[in-house]
């Protein structure tokens, strides 16, 4: 007889508040770095420039964003990750 395994919560995934990066990528214009830190200021607080690195693609057309936030909890991740999946200026996030 095999043991039910139990599957732990997405709270219990993380130890928060924990450092997490947040990865962005989308087309290479101010607007994107803009409305991204809007949005993930609207939930994590202010942004410092130290907290954001960015990599163009070889091409220069598409930019790469990771910011490092501390997460608080699960509920405020889901939060950022869909206004910035619901902005038809980020391509995807990692």
């Known amino acids: 007889m095999t043991k039910p395994t139990i599957e732990p919560s997405s709270e219990e995934l993380f130890n928060f508040p924990c450092d997490y990066p947040i990865k962005i990528m989308g087309k290479d214009c ?3 770095s803009v409305t991204m830190c809007s949005i993930i200021e609207r939930h994590a ?26 997460a608080t909890s699960r509920t405020q991740l889901d939060c950022i990750n869909q206004e910035l999946q619901d902005d038809p200026l980020v391509a995807y996030i990692l």
């Open 30 to 32: 101010t607007e994107l």
């Open 45 to 70: 607080g202010k942004i410092h420039p130290n907290q954001i690195s960015s990599k163009k693609s070889s091409k220069g057309s598409y930019i790469s964003y990771t910011v490092r936030i501390v």
